[in-house]
């Protein structure tokens, strides 16, 4: 009987953690991860907006790079609320279905930049491999069906996770490791077997960030074949140069991502200020990095930010 009157009770909420042993100096840590939102969202935003406005940016590369700052934004956007409310109201508390429905966009928003980073990498395979091609077949249907594509696919892949969560019992601890809900966290909360999760989560990740990050390291070998097949010097290292934001945005994504998963796996030993850290680092890392990246290898988007700032002198004084 008493099984049974748990089976399928769940806690109103889950408590979140902030960073273990630095509870007290949360007020002081609230202004830098303020910034780093702010940096992020103004970042990511300004991407957006030059890409629009400047119709020289209009060719795939940039497309791509638009919809890696969509990216960005979502998961800026999906952790903001939690994050904040822990560090500057102290507010530790998330609904049952509101952490359900983070959890789900995390892990899209997640999905959506992996294939994103794909797309990219083909785009310079064809650039690289038959520049004088590039505009035909990289043509702007090709790249919207690509969106599109990428779109769909976060959104089925991670579809079923929240209702596999939503059916599996909690009766016990409803305190999370992170400040945000990750799949994997509030699986091990549950008082049921998960097999089913873990085997669905595998398959999800093998299908999302395995294909992926295989797929780039195809793609990779293949540009250094094509380049190392240059006769001129100057055209490697140029070739190669037209490659060196998206390495960038691929160690950026992909080495937080690999860090927390190992943790997962084989660091149940180590100290949770470790966890909450990789953790914040694999959400927060890209958003912040990546536009820093992308401006300083972009003439256009640096001056739209001078821009930006020359504006806002101007107001400030007048």
């Not at 273990?20 to 992020?40: D, H, K, R, S, T």
């Not at 279905?97 to 980073?117: K, N, P, R, W």
């Not at 091609?133 to 892949?157: E, P, Q, W």
């Given at each position: 009987?008493?099984g049974n009157?748990y089976s399928?009770?769940q806690?109103?909420y889950f408590v979140?953690?902030?960073?273990?042993?630095?509870?007290?100096?949360?007020?002081?840590?609230?202004?830098?991860?303020?910034?780093?939102?702010?940096?992020?969202?103004f970042?990511?935003?300004?991407?957006?907006?030059?890409?629009?406005?400047?119709s020289?940016?209009?060719?795939?590369?940039?497309?791509?790079?638009c919809m890696?700052?969509f990216?960005?934004?979502?998961?800026t956007l999906?952790?903001?609320?939690?994050?904040?409310?822990?560090?500057w109201f102290n507010?530790k508390?998330?609904?049952f279905?509101?952490c359900?429905v983070?959890?789900y966009f995390?892990h899209?928003?997640?999905?959506i930049?992996?294939?994103?980073?794909?797309?990219m990498?083909?785009?310079?395979v064809?650039?690289?491999?038959?520049?004088l091609?590039y505009?035909?077949?990289?043509?702007?249907r090709?790249v919207?069906k690509t969106g599109?594509a990428?779109?769909?696919?976060?959104?089925?892949?991670?579809?079923p996770?929240p209702?596999l969560?939503?059916?599996?019992?909690?009766?016990?601890s409803?305190?999370?490791?992170?400040?945000?809900?990750?799949h994997q966290?509030?699986?091990?909360?549950?008082?049921?077997s998960t097999?089913?999760?873990s085997?669905y989560?595998?398959?999800?990740?093998?299908?999302t960030?395995?294909?992926?990050s295989?797929?780039?390291?195809?793609?990779?070998?293949?540009?250094?074949?094509?380049?190392?097949?240059?006769a001129?010097?100057?055209g490697?290292?140029k070739a190669?140069?037209?490659c060196v934001?998206h390495?960038?945005a691929?160690?950026i994504?992909y080495?937080?991502?690999?860090g927390?998963s190992?943790i997962?796996?084989?660091?149940k030993?180590?100290?949770?200020?470790?966890?909450?850290?990789?953790?914040?680092?694999?959400?927060?890392?890209?958003?912040?990095?990546n536009p820093?990246v992308?401006?300083?290898k972009t003439k256009e988007?640096?001056?739209k930010i001078?821009?930006i700032f020359v504006?806002?002198k101007?107001t400030?004084?007048g």
């Amino acid at each position: 009987m008493a099984g049974n009157n748990y089976s399928h009770f769940q806690h109103p909420y889950f408590v979140l953690t902030g960073i273990p042993g630095l509870e007290q100096e949360y007020y002081w840590m609230a202004f830098p991860l303020g910034a780093i939102y702010v940096i992020a969202l103004f970042g990511n935003g300004v991407i957006i907006s030059t890409i629009k406005s400047e119709s020289s940016l209009h060719i795939p590369m940039y497309y791509f790079l638009c919809m890696l700052a969509f990216a960005d934004m979502g998961l800026t956007l999906c952790t903001l609320p939690s994050m904040l409310g822990i560090f500057w109201f102290n507010y530790k508390f998330i609904a049952f279905d509101a952490c359900l429905v983070q959890m789900y966009f995390i892990h899209t928003f997640s999905a959506i930049e992996s294939g994103v980073l794909v797309a990219m990498a083909i785009d310079r395979v064809v650039a690289i491999w038959n520049p004088l091609r590039y505009s035909t077949i990289l043509t702007n249907r090709v790249v919207c069906k690509t969106g599109m594509a990428i779109l769909s696919r976060a959104v089925c892949v991670v579809f079923p996770v929240p209702f596999l969560i939503k059916r599996l019992p909690f009766y016990r601890s409803n305190i999370l490791s992170h400040s945000f809900c990750l799949h994997q966290d509030v699986m091990r909360l549950a008082c049921a077997s998960t097999r089913v999760n873990s085997l669905y989560g595998l398959i999800a990740v093998v299908f999302t960030k395995g294909s992926d990050s295989l797929s780039i390291l195809l793609s990779y070998v293949f540009i250094l074949r094509t380049v190392m097949a240059l006769a001129s010097r100057e055209g490697q290292w140029k070739a190669l140069n037209t490659c060196v934001s998206h390495i960038c945005a691929v160690l950026i994504f992909y080495v937080p991502l690999i860090g927390v998963s190992v943790i997962h796996r084989f660091g149940k030993h180590l100290s949770p200020l470790t966890h909450a850290l990789m953790a914040n680092a694999y959400l927060l890392v890209p958003p912040v990095l990546n536009p820093i990246v992308y401006t300083v290898k972009t003439k256009e988007i640096r001056k739209k930010i001078i821009q930006i700032f020359v504006q806002a002198k101007i107001t400030a004084e007048g």
